[in-house]
């Protein structure tokens, strides 16, 4: 069995090797072959011919309303032209980033009453499920779909364990992305093309919009925090030193993390106060709005702007969180095949839109993710998309902590509950630390 560390070396190693990735969509794109076959309309092995298929295929995802259920449909929309033989059945639960859903899919496998097919992160989040033993290998479904070289080598190794490959993977999101609203900005005689190099050169726009009786900074309940707070360990402890918070060699008890976690609180002080009864796309609404200023989230947000014909540069701004430039804060989702799926000749076909380069493209398209296939067209995909590609390809990428990557769900779930903790008031800052040195040792 794998060590657990294992998967953020993956991490590095990916982003090594992520440079030829760019090279290798543009040189694809201008020979759109055979690859694109495996998205075609066949069966997903040989036992589902058409005699056998058909059936209700439970797709189990948090994807349940807005530009996420968008993304979702895109994919439906593939997988039902290219089976039409299953029936789609929705199983999606609300709450982003699996707040609500994970719990729920966890007492269902515990029961025995598994989706078809599930969404899990890629990471270590994955690996919770393979150690329970919970999923099946699908490395064959790897071979009979012809999948195996259009993922990069090291997304792979995520998905792995003693070489068994345990899930597809449908997309790639960036966590560390701000995303503002130009007007609120210069109304409160800001520069909307200012960058800010780090947290404190960030503090003065924040004061600036605050003094104008705007929220400065919008923010949604636990899992937001979770994920503000990670963008800030990144920004101030670096890239090796956020790295090494998840295999041991840096100190959650140490200074710099102290230094952090007061920024996180002084960021925190700029939110509005309703946050904790939000979700994530309440928070982004305050930008689409003119409520609020900045909007500290993962790039899924680009597809709520892009749903209300928000325009990228006219309407919305987007930069990676201040002293964050240069390094992608990667996550990845994946389909899985849960141990004792009731249609598992269905979930295999729904694994096979995922993984076909028209199921990736479709879905990409409306998620505001950038494909996990390296084959896509990039000029497929929005402005911003493309700089996610172009930074996918040459950044530092590091795992997300609040998106399954970085840790396991027990570590995040102690994170997240010591977090609400902190902002709720309920606990000072030297217990928040100590309370996240603890859940890490979990
Ligand atoms: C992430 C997930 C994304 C998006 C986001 C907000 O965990 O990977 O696809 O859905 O949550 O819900």
Redesign the pocket.
């Known amino acids: 069995m794998k060590k657990p560390q294992h998967l953020v070396p993956d991490i590095l190693r990916m982003r090594k090797r992520a440079g030829p990735i760019v090279a290798l969509i543009v040189a694809l794109a201008i020979v759109p072959l055979a690859l694109a076959a495996c998205g075609g309309g066949t069966s997903s092995d040989g036992a589902s011919s058409s005699a056998k298929a058909g059936g209700d295929v439970e797709v189990f995802t948090?994807?349940a309303a807005g530009s996420?259920k968008l993304?979702l449909d895109a994919l439906v929309g593939v997988f039902k032209t290219q089976h039409p033989d299953y029936t789609f059945v929705n199983g999606a639960v609300a709450?982003?980033?699996?707040s609500a859903a994970k719990d729920l899919l966890q007492s269902r496998l515990q029961a025995g009453d598994p989706p078809d097919t599930f969404?899990a992160?890629a990471g270590k989040e994955l690996t919770d499920y393979i150690d329970a033993g919970q999923i099946e290998d699908i490395s064959a479904l790897y071979d009979e779909f012809k999948i195996r070289d259009v993922f990069p080598a090291d997304l792979l190794d995520l998905l792995t364990v003693d070489g068994k490959i345990y899930s597809v993977p449908s997309?790639i999101?960036r966590a560390n992305m701000v995303w503002a609203n130009p007007s609120v900005l210069k109304a409160a005689g800001l520069d909307p093309k200012a960058t800010y190099d780090s947290i404190d050169a960030w503090i003065p726009a924040l004061d600036a919009v605050k003094a104008k009786g705007k929220t400065a900074l919008s923010v949604a309940t636990t899992w937001t925090q979770v994920n503000l707070l990670e963008t800030v360990l990144i920004s101030d402890l670096g890239t090796d030193g956020y790295i090494g918070l998840w295999d041991g060699s840096t100190d959650w008890k140490g200074a710099d993390v102290t230094k952090a976690l007061g920024h996180f609180e002084k960021l925190m002080s700029y939110t509005n106060k309703d946050r904790d009864g939000l979700d994530?796309p309440e928070a982004t609404q305050m930008i689409i709005d003119g409520k609020a200023a900045f909007n500290v989230m993962?790039d899924?947000a680009v597809a709520a702007f892009e749903e209300q014909k928000q325009v990228a540069g006219k309407d919305f701004i987007y930069f990676p969180v201040p002293g964050t430039d240069g390094t992608f804060d990667f996550?990845?989702?994946s389909f899985t095949l849960p141990v004792g799926a009731k249609n598992p000749d269905g979930a295999k076909a729904w694994l096979e839109t995922v993984s076909s380069l028209e199921g990736q493209t479709a879905f990409n398209k409306a998620?505001g993710?950038i494909p996990a296939r390296t084959d896509a067209t990039p000029s497929d995909f929005s402005e911003y998309q493309q700089t996610a590609i172009t930074s996918f390809g040459k950044d530092t990428i590091v795992p997300s902590l609040?998106?399954?990557a970085a840790s396991s769900i027990a570590v995040l779930n102690a994170i997240a509950d010591a977090t609400s903790k902190f902002t709720t008031g309920a606990s000072d800052l030297k217990t928040y630390q100590s309370e996240l040195a603890a859940a890490v040792a979990l």
Request: aromatic share 18%.
């Open positions: 948090w994807w996420e993304g709450g982003g980033a699996g969404q992160h997309n999101h994530w993962g899924w996550l990845a989702d998620k993710s609040a998106h399954g």
